[in-house]
């Protein structure tokens, strides 16, 4: 037997089997306390424009920044994880939010979601503090964010 050799077979994609993956409610639980846990004592950020991606360097105007407690997030409840005690803070500058950031203690930005002022399809961050859609520099922001892991996914 060889020592450090490696095999390696490929699978054509014609020839894949697609399967459903099911959790049940315990494991999308137990993933999504694991991903709230990541957000403790980290940041949360509001920028104006669209997203850039959540790989990509912030872009828009910086509107305000909120220091998540520890924990930022409760208990699981169904795959679902909600802010832990009440997410506000104090607008930086007047704008429209567009954009939302989830920073780790450490700065490095980790989700990115759309900023909206009532819950719409995909993940967005609820804001409460909006006059005509802006937010305005001075004011109080207080923002709604939950964290869902899905029952399943297709996978190859």
Known sequence: MRSGWGFCRFTPPENRIMAELQLNTAHRSAIATAIGSIFNAGAFVVRSGSRPGANE?????LLASLTLPNPAFGAASSGTVSEASA???TVAATGAPGHCRLQNTGGTQIREMDAAEAPGSGET???DGL???DLIEGGSLSVEYDITQPEGDTVA
Not at 57 to 61: I, S
């Open 57 to 61: 360097t912030a872009t828009g105007t």
């Open 87 to 89: 997410w506000t803070g």
């Open 125 to 127: 961050a609820i804001f």
């Open 131 to 133: 006059v005509d859609g």
